[in-house]
C-alpha cells in the first residue's frame, strides 16, 4: 500500500468507528475487507487509526470536519505535513483538500478541544490537578511508551536487557523503579521473543510496578488480589517477595491466562471464588486494583476517554466504594488494605480513600501516592490502610 492508500484506509476505519463500532473491531472488518494488505501496512493503519483517535477534537477541528477524512487531514496538519502531498487522488489515495476541508488553527481552539478532552472532564481535571492537568491532558494525546517488568525470580535487569537483545529488542532501566524496563526498540517483538515466552519479562506499566513495589511485603505474608483481572499484580507481588497469593475476581473468566502466565513465571498463584473466600483466615495484605475510568491510561485506551460520561464516573465511585468495603472484611488485625487504580481523576483516588476513612474511623492511612501519565509511565494512585489491631 501506498502511504495516500494506507491514509484511506485510517480514513475508512475511523468513519466506521464514529459510527458506533469499537476500535478493535473497526480495524478487524477492514482487515478481514483487505487481504491484500501487509503486515506493515495493517501496523501502520492502526497507528494512524490510534493517533488520530486520541486526538479526534483537535484534528477534527484542524481538519475541517469531524470525519475520518477530517481527522486524517488534521493529523497531517499537525505533524506539519501538507496533506496534498499525500492525498493526491491517484490510484487509492483520497481526493485532495478542497475548501470544505478548512481548520481552525491550533491556538484558536478552546483548551478542551486542543487539548483533546471533553468539556466536562477538561472542567474537572482542572479543578482536581490545577496547574498539572494540562500537562496530564498533554500525555494523553501522544503514544505510551512500553514497559516490561522483569521478574526477579528469574532474572535481573541487566540479565534481561541483554536476553532481549539477543532477540532484536531494545530496552534500557527506568530509574526510580529497579524492576522496570523501556522498551526503545522493536517493541512489537516482545510477544514472541524468548524472554517473555520464559517468562523473564512481563509487560506492565511503569508507575503500575511502582505502586506494586510501595506495597510492603513481608516473606511468608497471605496476601490476597481481591481484583486481580488478568493477574498481573498478583505476579508482581510474588516476584517482589516469597509471599503466599491468592487471586480473586468477581468474573473469573478474566483470570484465564493466570494459570499459565504463572507456571511461566516459576510463581504459585492460588485462585479462589468468591464463595470460597468466606472460608479462608484473614490475610496479610488485601490488594483492591479497583475497576475505574482507567483515565490514567487513555493514551493506551484512548476509546475510554470519548466513552466516560458524569453518570458512569458516579456508577464506578459507587462500585469502588462497595469494593473497598468488602475488602477490608478480609484484612486481620493490623493489616493493610491496599487501594490502587489506573485513575487521574480525585473522585475514584482521594476523595474514595478520605470517604473510606470517614465511615470507618478506627482505620488509619499509612501513606498515599499519584503519579501522572508522562514519558515514565501512566497515570496511577495508590493508598496504603491499616486496620486496627
Known sequence: MTPGARIAAAIEVLDAMLAGLAPEKALTNWGRASRFAGSKDRLAVRDHVYDAWRCQRSYSALGGSHTGRGMMIGALRHAGVDPATLMTGDGHAPQPPGPLDQGIPLEELPD??????????????LTD??????EAMTALQS???????????KSDPAGAIASLARDGIEAVAVPGVPSALEVVGNARKINASEPYLEGVVELQDASSQAAVLALTLHPGDRVLDFCAGGGGKSLAMSAQADVVVT???????RMADLSARALRGGHRIVQARTEE???LPPFDLVLVDAPCSGSGTWRRDPA??????????????ALQAE??????????????????TCSILAAENGQQIAAFLGAH???REDSQKAWLPGPKGDGFFVAILRAPD
Open 304 to 317: 475510554g476517554k470519548w466513552a466516560l460520561s458524569q453518570g458512569r464516573l458516579a456508577d464506578l465511585t
Open 129 to 134: 490537578l490545577g496547574p498539572r492537568a494540562t
Open 323 to 340: 469494593i473497598l468495603r468488602q475488602a477490608a472484611g478480609f484484612v486481620r488485625p493490623g493489616g493493610v488494605l491496599g487501594y490502587m
Open 143 to 153: 503514544r505510551a511508551p512500553v514497559f516490561l517488568r522483569v521478574n526477579a525470580r
Open 361 to 363: 474511623d478506627v482505620w
Open 247 to 253: 487471586a480473586h475476581d468477581a468474573e473469573p473468566r
Open 112 to 125: 478542551p478541544v486542543r487539548y483533546d478532552m471533553p468539556d466536562w472532564l477538561a472542567d474537572r481535571l
Open 277 to 279: 473466600l468466606e472460608r
